[in-house]
């Protein structure tokens, strides 16, 4: 591409149309300039553009798309071509610095990151002369020019601020460092004095400002790693001004703006920053100045008002404070009971006041204000690092603190009694402060578990929260109503049970209040109480306790989820999930027509699944109802498969993909349930359940497998009669698991259930196919969790079609195999199965080849017989570990990650753990001795021969112990 | 983006914990580029200004006396023809003028006496032992063009003073004798190359037989300090062979009481220690180990700066060779130096502790029955930033080496909370070190089964949010660290979710038909 008039009007041509709305104009005009991107002279042809053409729209759009060509291609990627060409590269690095400065601010800001994404790559060594250029601007006397070069300087060193240090970082730190710092410092001077002289000149002030903000960014990137000699060096006259900044006030730059944060706010606010950063890390050098900035920030903040523009400032200086506060060396700066009680009064009460965007989000945003307020989302807020300045006074100053604080409280208090109408707000206000003060240690799952002795919780409870709770009218006051709820929530571990107990009742009034955030909170506090636990492990809370409530408890929940707002109110169903698990039986009359309304909500949010947790806790609920009911009467499982089946036969159709784990379990749940014998209903479902696409979803693994499984519980027979033809799907379902490290386990579940279940007969003409899909997959890839289960399989196996089928499969597969298998894995990795049942399982296996397999008494395999054995005694003799705890309640399903169509596991639709051998073999000790003692007395003399000869002294000794247990002998 | 876990590279550079036994130890620092000021409390590399203790009486020219002198100052062309002449009268005044020049206190003219080719001459003055006056002054003058830039130094080499020099130090005059151990110290200062030239040049026999039971202190200060110049610097190291010529005179020095002695011969210690652990291996064999834990407390601070580096250095070696610095007794000496009013000896003190902390179980109990936890935990959380960085590796080394019992009493301790207050640190290595630490203890709370209730305790501690703010890191491995601990240990176990053909409804189930040899 050449440099020439016509390429120009053509890229014009194409730029211009790249803007244009329509797409069908649009795209292929993006995909022309993609498309000759990698001609030489590209760049230099936008470049030119950007700096000649006549059309301010067009110069801009140059911009843009050379920022965006060079973010594509500057980077050269080992092994791929280099992507512009050297004369290009060398021309862009001699121009654009000049460029960006004598561009409009538009394009000088495209041009700006188009410099620090190419010193990202070249800078220092393959762009030597950067710097210099860009230090030599400073003394060009323009200050939108020296802006330019300020804001080039800030992107390519802010990575300081976050990169670990290396040698090579720090070389470019150091090279920066000794052609920038001083500069840098002399401008810093130089602006500071031109603020003077042009102290009155509003528009000369704001460029001035903006440099200063640049240049105490750059301080704080250039200071960060470590403190450089220069820095230290100069640090007089740079904290000396730091410090006249942050005293600084100039009327004229004051905004009228209450949202965005001015100059003067951004400048302080970055010095702070400044503060903080040396206070922390280079305390030594910095304590001189400390306690002047300790002073200047604090009479900054008392003299900031209460807008929003100045949230940062304000966040920041108090952070500054809190973190100084509580070094023990610095404590005396704050010791003094007049500075105490200032800091407390002009400082942290101000900046716990509700303000009026609290009070708009409270009522417009609800979700947003419950992030903030509950969830801890508050990081920058006023209030937040208010409350972190008084646990940092506290570290030191807890009981002075707490007195001055006390009296607060109370005028607060007794300004609202006087009119609460005009000063409710002061009752928050105090409410606030009492809980930051008493807060020490804070969960989610248990609240504030430490409190601030010095405070008296249940005194405060009983005067001043109870009140409102009690209050008749619960759309009065909401926010000192949400106030009064969350306060039982978060002290609920710290207050008497009998307080508690008294407050469910009032709670339950406020889950009709017209406010969000409070019937919300009523929802949520109500949850927390009822997974409190009490002595003996059960709830603290009993169903006993409820019964009364009951009625209105579930009413008031279903009917909160019809507020507006609250449709799909997560807190809300989590409560009502909750409820059914705390009340269980209880509910059972309800569920009829719970049952309704939770199915016809399914049915809604499937439409269009959007809340995650919201819909997680409906499946809860259903699973629970389902559980409950069915467990003292099993038979009324029909009428729920009534209910749910024409939603979930919907969902399945609509392929809603979010939901389909959960039906799966759901099902799972359902068919359990059933006597042996499975439903037409379900048997028209199971060919689709074998589809492919379905198994392509991992989410979907672990549910389908476990339906699957209740298939073959339910109905093994009835699907070798009646899905005979489908036997190679589920097959094949079988070796698509197993062909995954991730899901072989899956595959394993499935393979045991099909030989547990199906009838042999339907499975004969298969087996050997298994066993070798197994085989070549073991040669493949033999990892510890294959082989446990592939153990487990085999020695299922053989239970169940015995050890002369099992040796005879594996020797028509190949000669020796059988022997090759035990002596290679069953021998050495038996011990490596885990769990109760899977371990029995092994042990009657073994058992059964060691005494029932004529092939181990007379060929070549007699010689493993002794070590599979003492194998067998080694699974015995290890430690038992493996117990699932049926601890349905208090399963924790906090954060339950829904967001991705993942395995969401439903608690309450949890199984029970499955022994196929079951009563069968009670002991299998035991059940060794006997079998040892059958074929002994069937080869008399053998079975002790070979023990005395070959067993070891340890091995034997227990398995003496199991004879004497059994009372049989070997003869 | 080679964003190599930085952790491990400085935890494969301590003893033990890289398992590669190439690169076992937490190398000094000091190796990389620096931003901040040299290190007030390291040794000077060159001296224009000490004091020669064996001045005769009627020359006692200390460096104060010189403004007071009687030799006015000439201006250079006056000195070079006076130097230049031939009357050894006119040459001693010339030389001495120089000398006066070249020991002003701001900016001596050090390169024009070079550009005025008087070098030559000083040296050829070197030799002439009947003139000791002017042997004096020459020695004087070019000790001091030697104290100055290494151009500076390699003019002065290069016009051949160092085998003159190495002469003079037999000289009967031991005010001669002790300018050249001052010249020769401040050469080899420069740098490894020229004290390994001085070494061939077989300096250190020479300097050794000053040595002698009547050696005025001050002569002895002098020697020390260029002794331990003749260890300093690495890449390379002085070889082994002069080292341990230099060693049983170190030794026999660290046992005097001068502190100046004291001190160089500290410094020295702790340049041979700076290495690898044959290197280390050869100070441990002297036996001096004892001393130098002593040394640790002595009441000046030039004395335990240096004894402390040199221990510091040998923990950082091998278990056997810490051990011997146990042994000693550096447990009981460490506490007080962690809490030593200057921040440099504490950060010093907690490092030597890191480093024992990466040791074997067995000495990680030693510092749980020595009651190093508690200063530990205190400097973790109160020290200032240097001292609690090293503090950050210690529990980190601490954690990630120690059994499960000991890893619960380091959290009794009180760790856990320092560890957690740190997350707000503004170093992105630091606050993965303590990412680190924090997994470290929740993988020994898995082996207790009580990773639920760590859970809950980092929570109260206020450490979830911290950690959770840790994920909006612009450190990339940062916040990597900060969401697998967050994934891991606050999520709530998220459950994981031989090729078959499809077709549209169904697997198609079959094995392969190729029949092949099994064998596992």
């Known amino acids: ?971 | 983006m080679p964003t190599k876990n930085v952790t491990e590279e400085r935890l494969s550079k301590f003893k033990n914990k890289g398992k590669d036994p190439t690169k076992l130890r937490d190398k000094r620092i000091t190796e990389c580029v620096e931003l901040r000021k040299a290190h007030k409390d390291e040794n000077f590399l060159k001296r224009r200004h000490i004091t020669l203790s064996s001045l005769p009486d009627e020359e006692a020219l200390s460096p104060d006396y010189l403004s007071n002198d009687l030799v006015k100052f000439l201006s250079i062309e006056e000195i070079i023809k006076l130097v230049n002449s031939d009357s050894r009268e006119s040459q001693t005044r010339g030389c001495q003028a120089a000398r006066k020049l070249l020991s002003q206190e701001r900016n001596p003219p050090l390169k024009e006496i070079i550009d005025a080719g008087l070098l030559s001459r000083f040296v050829s003055f070197l030799s002439m032992d009947d003139e000791p006056t002017l042997q004096f002054e020459a020695a004087w003058a070019l000790t001091n063009i030697a104290s100055g830039t290494s151009w500076h130094t390699q003019q002065v080499v290069e016009h051949g003073a160092v085998p003159a020099f190495i002469s003079l130090l037999a000289s009967p005059m031991l005010h001669i004798s002790e300018q050249a151990v001052w010249a020769l110290g401040n050469i080899a200062g420069d740098g490894s190359a020229y004290r390994d030239v001085l070494i061939e040049c077989n300096v250190i026999p020479a300097l050794l037989a000053r040595i002698c039971p009547d050696t005025p202190v001050g002569y002895l200060r002098n020697l020390t300090w260029t002794l331990s110049n003749l260890c300093r610097n690495k890449n390379p190291f002085p070889p082994l062979s002069a080292v341990l010529q230099m060693l049983p005179s170190l030794i026999q020095l660290l046992h005097l009481s001068d502190k100046d002695i004291l001190s160089d011969a500290c410094w020295a210690i702790s340049y041979l220690t700076d290495g690898d652990n044959d290197r280390i291996d050869v100070v441990v064999k002297t036996g001096i180990v004892p001393r130098l834990v002593e040394l640790m407390s002595h009441a000046e601070l030039g004395v335990l700066t240096p004894a402390l580096r040199s221990i510091g250095n040998i923990v950082s070696g091998s278990d056997l060779q810490t051990q011997t610095v146990i042994d000693a007794g550096v447990l009981n000496a460490l506490p007080k130096l962690m809490r030593y009013p200057k921040a440099s000896v504490q950060k010093e003190a907690v490092w030597a502790l890191s480093n024992i902390a990466a040791g074997p179980c067995k000495q990680i109990q030693q510092l749980i029955t020595c009651g190093l936890l508690p200063p530990l935990v205190d400097r973790l959380k109160n020290g200032d930033f240097k001292t609690q960085r090293e503090a950050v590796w210690a529990v980190t080394n601490f954690t990630s080496g120690g059994t499960v019992e000991q890893v619960v009493h380091l959290v009794q301790c009180g760790a856990l909370e320092a560890i957690i207050n740190l997350l707000q640190v503004k170093d992105a290595k630091v606050l993965l070190v303590l990412l680190d630490a924090i997994n470290n203890i929740f993988m020994a709370a898995e082996k207790l089964g009580e990773t639920d209730k760590l859970s809950l305790l980092v929570e109260e501690l206020g450490g979830l949010d911290r950690i959770e703010m840790l994920q909006s890191h612009d450190n990339e491995t940062v916040y990597q660290a900060a969401h697998k601990l967050i994934e891991k240990y606050f999520g709530d176990g998220e459950l994981d979710g031989v090729k078959v053909e499809a077709s549209d409804d169904a697997f198609v189930f079959q094995s392969p038909d190729v029949t092949r040899t099994f064998s596992f």
Not at chain 1, 121 to 148: A, C, Y
Not at chain 1, 183 to 198: D, R, V
Not at chain 1, 502 to 517: C, G, M, R
Not at chain 1, 518 to 545: C, D, Q, V
Request: proline content about 5%; some cysteine.
């Open chain 1, 1 to 971: 591409m050449e440099l020439n008039d016509a390429n120009l009007q053509t890229l014009t041509e194409f730029l211009r149309k790249t803007l244009d709305p329509d797409p069908a104009v649009r795209r292929p005009a993006e995909k022309f300039l993609e498309s000759v991107e990698g001609n030489q002279n590209y760049p230099l042809l936008l470049l030119t553009l950007l700096e000649k053409s006549q059309d301010n729209v067009i110069r801009v759009c140059a911009a843009v798309t050379f920022k965006n060509y060079i973010k594509r291609n500057w980077r050269i990627v080992e092994d791929e071509p280099n992507k512009i060409s050297d004369p290009d590269r060398t021309a862009i690095k001699a121009n654009i610095v000049n460029l960006m400065l004598s561009s409009p601010e538009q394009i000088q800001k495209q041009l700006s990151d188009a410099i620090s994404i190419i010193g990202r790559e070249d800078f220092p060594q393959k762009w030597p002369d950067l710097l210099t250029e860009m230090v030599t601007r400073f003394r060009s006397g323009d200050f939108h020019i020296i802006n330019g070069v300020l804001r080039t300087a800030h992107s390519l060193f802010k990575r300081y601020r976050h990169e670990f240090k290396s040698n090579e970082l720090w070389t470019e730190i150091k090279l920066v460092l000794d052609t920038f710092a001083l500069p840098l410092t002399e401008l810093f001077k130089a602006t500071i004095e031109l603020c003077q002289t042009h102290a009155a000149d509003v528009n000369a002030l704001k460029v001035l400002f903006s440099s200063l903000t640049l240049i105490s960014k750059l301080f704080y990137s250039l200071n960060f790693q470590d403190l450089p000699e220069f820095f230290e060096d100069n640090m007089e006259t740079w904290m000396t001004n730091f410090h006249g900044l942050l005293t600084l006030d100039n009327k004229l730059l004051q905004t009228d703006d209450e949202e965005e944060a001015g100059l003067i706010e951004l400048l302080k606010s970055q010095i702070c920053d400044n503060a903080a950063l040396y206070a922390q890390k280079y305390d030594e050098e910095f304590q001189p100045y400390l306690p002047r900035f300790v002073t200047a920030i604090w009479n900054l903040l008392v003299s900031t008002g209460q807008e929003v523009k100045y949230d940062l400032l304000v966040s920041n200086a108090i952070q500054f404070l809190a973190s100084v506060c509580e070094r023990p060396h610095y404590k005396h700066l704050f010791e003094d009971q007049n500075t105490l009680t200032s800091i407390c009064e002009k400082v942290i009460v101000p900046n716990m006041e509700f303000r009026s965007a609290d009070e708009e989000a409270f009522e417009d945003n609800s979700e947003e204000y419950i992030r903030r307020d509950l969830e801890g989302s508050d990081i920058d807020t006023r209030r937040r690092a208010a409350c972190d300045l008084v646990r940092g006074l506290c570290k030191f100053f807890e009981g002075p603190v707490t007195a001055i604080f006390s009296g607060y409280v109370n005028s607060m208090l007794s300004e609202y009694a006087k009119n609460p109408g005009e000063n409710w707000k002061h009752k928050d206000a105090a409410i606030y402060l009492v809980t930051s003060l008493a807060s020490k240690a804070q969960t989610q799952k248990h609240g504030i578990t430490q409190a601030n002795e010095l405070v008296n919780l249940t005194e405060f409870f009983v005067n001043h929260i109870l009140p409102d709770l009690k209050s008749p009218n619960v759309n009065e006051f909401p926010v000192l109503k949400a106030d009064a709820i969350k306060y039982v929530m978060i002290f609920r571990s710290q207050l008497p049970k009998e307080q508690l107990l008294e407050a469910v009742p009032l709670l339950l009034t406020h889950l009709q209040a017209e406010s969000t955030v409070e019937h919300t909170y009523a929802a949520h506090a109500l949850e927390r109480l009822f997974t409190m636990r009490g002595p003996n492990n059960t709830t603290l809370i009993t169903p006993a306790e409820m019964a009364p409530f009951t009625e209105q408890l579930l009413n008031n929940l279903f009917k909160a989820l019809a507020l507006p707002g609250s449709a799909e109110n997560e807190y809300i169903m989590k409560a009502i999930m909750r409820s059914f698990s705390l009340l269980q039986e209880a509910i059972v009359p309800y569920v009829p027509t719970l049952i309704g309304q939770l199915t016809h909500k399914l049915l809604l949010v499937s439409k269009n699944p959007s809340k995650p947790h919201f819909n997680h806790y409906l499946f809860e609920s259903l699973c629970l109802s389902v559980r409950i009911t069915c467990k003292s009467n099993p038979t009324t499982v029909t009428s729920f498969e009534e209910a749910l089946f024409p939603v979930i036969t919907e969902i399945l159709q609509n392929d809603v993909q979010e939901f389909l784990p959960y039906v799966f379990q759901v099902m799972s749940l359902l068919l359990e349930i059933h006597d042996n014998s499975i439903p037409s209903t379900y048997m028209a479902l199971f060919p689709h359940l074998l589809q492919p696409v379905l198994w392509e979803r991992t989410g979907n693994i672990p549910p389908l497998v476990r339906l699957l499984q209740a298939y073959l519980e339910k109905g093994g027979a009835a699907i070798a009669t009646a899905a005979a033809d489908k036997i190679p799907g589920l097959l094949g379902v079988f070796q698509k698991l197993i062909a995954s490290k991730a899901n072989d386990h899956q595959g394993f579940y499935l393979l045991n259930s099909i030989i547990e279940h199906m009838p042999p007969e339907s499975i004969i003409q298969y087996r050997k196919q298994i066993f070798i899909l197994l085989f070549q997959r073991l040669q493949s890839s033999k990892t510890t969790k294959f082989i446990k289960s592939f153990l487990v399989f085999v020695n299922l196996y053989c239970v169940k079609y015995g050890a002369i089928a099992l040796q005879e499969v594996f020797d028509c597969i190949q000669p020796k195999m059988f022997g090759m298998v035990l002596e290679k894995i069953v021998i050495p990795e038996v011990q490596k199965v885990s769990g109760a049942v899977e371990k029995k399982i092994c042990a009657v296996g073994i058992t059964k080849i060691l005494t029932e397999c004529p092939a181990m008494m007379d060929t070549e395999y007699t010689k493993l017989w002794i070590p599979l054995l003492q194998a067998l005694i080694g699974l015995f003799e290890l430690p038992e570990d493996d117990s699932i705890p049926d601890d349905e309640h208090f399963i924790d399903i906090e954060d339950t990650p829904g967001y991705q169509t993942a395995f969401s596991q439903l608690a309450f639709a949890g199984k029970k753990e499955h022994d196929p051998i079951g009563d069968a073999v009670g002991n299998p000790k035991i059940l060794l001795a006997q079998s040892l003692h059958k074929l002994s007395t069937a080869c008399p003399g053998r079975v002790p021969s070979m023990l005395s000869t070959s067993l070891n002294a340890e091995a034997l000794q227990f398995l003496q112990g199991y004879l004497q247990a059994a009372t049989v002998q070997l003869v």
